[in-house]
């Protein structure tokens, strides 16, 4: 079992930067960890996912120069850094992850988060 508990959202205006936080716990010695959205009536979509502990994280290309996956291995936290929000960047943000292999599909991911709203603002 793996548990996940998000920190960080908040409103910020557009152009505005905020850096999420995912703090694990659980049995496990690796996995993959990644950072997923939704809005209401949508899919949930990858933002960035990357194995733990690692260095190779994997970007959608429709997210690609604005987001920023990293890990603190010692600290069990993953961070999402993002810069130059947008509006539509308004969401839902949840840490997810998986004993398996990494991927973009949300259904590979078996442990959720609660999730930490985003709202930007123009």
């Known amino acids: 079992q793996v548990q996940l508990v998000e920190s960080g959202g908040g409103s910020v205006r557009a152009g505005g930067s905020l850096r999420l936080s995912c703090v694990a716990s659980?049995?496990?010695?690796?996995?993959?960890m990644g950072w997923f959205r939704q809005t209401p009536g949508q899919e949930r979509e990858a933002v960035a996912v990357?194995?733990?502990?690692?260095?190779?994280?994997a970007i959608p290309n429709s997210m690609k120069g604005r987001f920023t996956i990293s890990q603190d291995h010692a600290k069990n936290t993953l961070y999402l850094q993002m810069n130059s929000l947008k509006p539509e960047d308004t969401a839902m943000y949840y840490c997810?992850?998986?004993?398996?292999?990494?991927?973009?599909?949300?259904?590979?991911?078996?442990?959720w988060g609660q999730g930490t709203q985003v709202t930007v603002s123009s």
């Open positions: 997810a992850a998986t004993l398996g292999l990494c991927g973009f599909d949300p259904v590979r991911y078996k442990f």
């Open positions: 990357m194995y733990i502990p690692g260095n190779s994280p």
């Open positions: 659980g049995d496990y010695t690796s996995a993959c």
